[in-house]
């Protein structure tokens, strides 16, 4: 009964989106199109917030949040731009050890959530204070930067000419939550801790443990992204993380993850990544300022979540108000026959 | 609107005063009488006449009549899903029907909002009460009729709140405190307060959705002695249960849905249980079917010496043997469940050992003790059994997904599906397919899918709290039947219960639980109607 929408609908509506977007962009905007290979490298723009956006979608999906994603990016890269520039490590060694520093601090989200019993929303802002400013006084006055070719092939480096580094990388990642969402243990045992805590924990899921997971996971595509930011430009600065946040939740949104928790899957994000950084790019490329794309990225936020309770009657959304609303109309509409 | 006022204009609406009102004058307005209505015929019939009403495509109630009529209780019968507690809303305002109209006597009723039907006289004590656990007792009563006093708008009444609350619990002989946090009632308290809320604002129509399942046999004692002094008194009332016994006791007349239409419609001389059941199920069921008690043998496969909680219970020995099937008896708030989650591993414990096949899990993991062979089917299904939005396949494996993972994680999906298949098969749920999700199913479908994602771990010892609490009839005996065929193929089935006739029916021996202890040991031949009763009450025990 709550649910209007059909299996997959969601995913399906935002396929049309998206392939509505490009063909529109392609033919409207002059400049859009700039071949097979130029129209790709788009993506090395914005597939950054995509990396954060599917670690941050598992944590959502067991209804909790992560707003240390872009502190962690930042602390990140700034450790391994240190690690390899005043410590004269490999950079390929700084990049790995930069990774689990990330799934560390993430963990530490974790700990603060489950042990010491904070709302995830309160735990993940303060930590976020907390990594910024280590990154801040990490990276000194003047940040490092200059990694060396070979390491920019991460954030601007094609293969085979065409396709980008970056876009292959975030479809491996993107196939490879897919199938640890839907087909593993640990993604099961994540929506039912997202659908209903209790019952999971009565059914024998260690949830603690499984929250302290999904946070480094978070924290893990986090400090990902900033490397791949780091090498996108060639440099670092502790503040390079703060755009990932808000984006990313945006995009995990749009990909019809319920901020509830357990609705919602990876192809959804996935199409949302895609969609909205298309969208920005291409009002770019048209001469849009970036004050529109940011003004209309809030439109498509709230239009999607409106949406999507409205056809789901979920919850107190005012979207179910609105359908109990045209309801009651109909009710009255009708006479009653005596 | 001010209480008084809410009352007095009921009093003219039917020309008849609050009769409990007389016994205590407080429990009405106690102001402005209107001495020349006082003695006007009795009236109160409520009517539903051709009632429709579809959610979406699902048609809920189909073309239903029924007529409430004053000084009777008249029940309704009837599965899960026969569209009983959506006619006690229409008729109470909550849904507006498709088609149809609701009279009272001979006006015809527009009723807008549970407001306008309480406006009318005409109230619903949910099956969940729906107090403010934040708010006074007091000031839940007088929800939305709050009385002001002086000339300032909106300034309230405390003083008078409180003492006419107090006064009215009093006649209805409870002893409540209504300054108290209304989260601080037992749930049988809180429905006792939504009847006081019901008489406060002059109802004199009262419908009971299911008001009992939640409440052990002397609660249900006590709030059938207030609903006799309510008939006699020549209120309306609607009543519903699903339990067999109480209906019998309590009815008036009872009428009979199935599939949202009314199948039978019988008064006191007519009533026959046979007849009642196949009038809802549509088919016979063997009934007064009672367990031939066995002396069970052989080493017993849980162990349980000593277990403390510094407040809900002490000093708990529990020796539960192969095929056995133990009865815990005892009253909501007894311990029975707090008892059973620390053995489980859900509650913590300060003292006491658990051992199972020889095991010793006092402390270990809930993972690791359902893979020794003890689960747990708790009581509350949609907060701890299902997890409503998910498939039934998903409900079904979600006690057993350790098993389920090859050595890199991924999911058996062809032995998920193969368990989901069973189950449905196994428990007769009635379902479209493993694929449904949850919510979409019937409480006794749901209830079997919950029992079934235990029992499909193969447990050797399985806890069941209230096995079929909200449960129709006809799913009832197949999850007896169950129970019963799981016993016999050796597991041991720790039964906690309300329901007096399924203890003695299902248990080989029943453990009375009293105020965190237990109290008496029934076996064989002692298992009475009689025994079991008593064991409720603490057994010899003083009751509180």
């Known amino acids: 009964m709550n649910r209007f929408l059909p299996r997959h609908a969601w995913d399906r509506t935002l396929a049309i989106i998206l392939i509505a977007l490009l063909v529109a962009f392609c033919t409207l905007i002059p400049g859009f199109y700039a071949g097979f290979g130029g129209t790709l490298a788009i993506t090395d723009q914005f597939l950054p917030f995509g990396f954060v956006a599917i670690g941050l979608a598992v944590v959502i999906l067991t209804g909790g949040i992560d707003l240390s994603v872009g502190a962690i990016a930042s602390l990140s890269a700034v450790i391994m731009a240190i690690l390899t520039k005043s410590g004269g ?108 805590r209790d019952a999971a924990h009565y059914a024998g899921v260690a949830v603690p443990g499984l929250l302290r997971k999904v946070y ?73 300022s970036d004050m529109v794309t940011t003004m209309l990225t809030g439109a498509i936020l709230l239009v999607s979540i409106a949406a999507k309770n409205l056809l789901s009657d979920r919850g107190f959304g005012y979207g179910a108000l609105l359908l109990r609303l045209i309801n009651s109309r109909k009710q009255e509409a009708t006479p009653p026959n005596t | 609107m001010g209480a008084s006022r ?77 569209g009983k507690s959506t006619l006690f809303r229409v008729l109470a305002g909550i849904h507006r029907p498709d088609a149809g109209a609701i009279t009272l006597d001979a006006t015809t009723l527009d009723l807008r909002n549970p407001h306008a039907a309480q406006a009318q006289g005409i ?11 934040e708010l006074s007792v007091a000031e839940n009563m007088y929800l939305g009729v709050l009385p002001t006093r002086g000339r300032l708008p909106g300034r309230v009444d405390w003083r008078s709140i409180r003492t006419r609350s107090q006064d009215s619990l009093r006649t209805l002989g409870l002893d409540i405190d209504v300054r108290d946090d209304a989260r601080h009632l037992s749930i049988a308290q809180q429905q006792l307060v939504e009847c006081a809320k019901a008489l406060l604002r002059g109802c004199r129509i009262i419908l009971f959705d299911e008001p009992t399942s939640p409440l052990t046999s002397r609660e249900v004692g006590f709030l059938f002695g207030i609903i006799r002094r309510l008939r006699d008194e020549g209120y309306t009332l609607g009543f519903i249960s699903h339990r067999m016994d109480e209906v019998m006791e309590i009815s008036d007349r009872i009428s009979v849905l199935r599939d949202g239409a009314v199948t039978d419609e019988v008064d006191r001389a007519g009533f026959d249980r046979s007849r009642l059941v196949s009038a809802m ?96 089917v708790p009581e509350d299904r949609a907060r701890h059994g299902a997890i409503l939005p998910m498939s039934i ?152």
């Open chain 2, 393 to 544: 396949r998903d409900n079904a494996t979600a006690g057993q997904i350790t098993r389920l993972q090859n050595p890199i994680g991924l999911l058996d999906r062809l032995r998920e599906a193969e368990i989901a298949k069973q189950t449905l098969a196994r428990f007769r749920v009635r379902a479209r397919g493993p694929d449904q999700p949850m919510r979409e199913l019937s409480g006794g479908n749901q209830q079997k899918i919950v029992f079934g994602k235990w029992m499909s771990t193969n447990p050797t010892v399985a806890i069941l709290d209230e096995p079929t609490r909200g449960v129709d009839v006809g799913a009832k005996e197949d999850i007896y039947r169950l129970i019963e065929e799981l016993s016999q193929s050796g597991m041991a089935i720790i039964v906690i219960s309300s329901e007096l006739e399924e203890l003695i029916a299902l248990c080989d021996r029943i453990l009375a639980i009293y105020a965190g202890r237990i109290t008496a040991e029934l076996r064989g031949a002692e298992i009475t109607a009689a025994s079991v009763g008593a064991a409720f009450l603490g057994a010899g025990s003083t009751p509180a």
């Open chain 2, 123 to 133: 109230y619903l004590v949910p099956q969940e009460p729906a107090l403010m656990g």
């Open chain 2, 6 to 82: 809410a009352a007095d204009h009921n009093r003219t609406a039917h020309g008849e005063r609050n009769v409990l009102a007389m016994s205590s004058p407080t429990l009405a307005s106690g102001q402005d009488r209107a001495p020349d209505q006082a003695q006007a015929p009795r009236s109160g019939r409520l009517s539903a006449v051709e009632i429709d009403k579809s959610f979406l495509t699902n048609r809920v109630l189909k073309r239903v009549s029924l007529s409430l009529a004053p000084g009777e209780v008249h029940t309704l019968m009837g599965e899960n899903g026969a």
């Open chain 1, 89 to 196: 490590l490999d950079i390929w060694l700084a990049a790995v050890l930069a990774l689990i520093i990330g799934a560390i601090l993430g963990w530490l989200n974790g700990i603060v959530i489950t042990s010491l019993r904070v709302e995830p929303l309160i735990a993940t802002l303060a930590t976020s204070f907390i990594y910024t400013s280590v990154a801040t006084a990490l990276a000194g006055a003047s940040p490092p930067y200059g990694f060396g070719k070979p390491f920019g092939v991460l954030g601007n480096g094609t293969i085979a000419l065409v396709l980008p580094v970056q876009l292959l990388m975030f479809i491996g990642i993107a196939i490879g939550f897919s199938i640890l969402i839907t087909r593993t243990g640990f993604g099961r045992r994540i929506v039912m801790v997202g659908y209903n």
């Open chain 2, 281 to 376: 199920v549509g088919r016979t069921l063997s009934f007064d079917r009672k367990r031939t008690h066995r002396a069970a043998s052989g080493r017993p496969v849980l162990t349980v010496r000593g277990l403390t909680h510094p407040s809900a219970f002490r000093a708990i020995d529990l020796d539960i043997l192969p095929g056995e099937i133990v009865g815990f008896a005892g009253l909501i708030g007894a311990g029975r469940t707090e008892i059973a989650e620390a053995i489980c591993g859900l509650r913590d414990k300060s003292a006491g050992s658990v051992v199972l096949n020889g095991q010793d899990i006092t402390d270990a993991s809930i993972p690791r003790i359902i893979e020794a062979g003890l689960v747990y």
């Open chain 1, 216 to 288: 480094a996971i978070s924290g893990f595509m986090a400090a990902f992204a900033g490397i791949v930011l780091a090498s996108y430009y060639d440099a670092v600065r502790p503040d390079m993380g703060n755009i990932l946040l808000l984006t990313a939740i945006t995009m995990v949104v749009l990909g019809g993850v319920s901020i509830f928790g357990g609705e919602g899957g990876i192809l959804g994000v996935t199409l949302g990544v895609l969609i909205l950084g298309v969208l920005r790019q291409g009002m770019l490329i048209a001469g849009f």
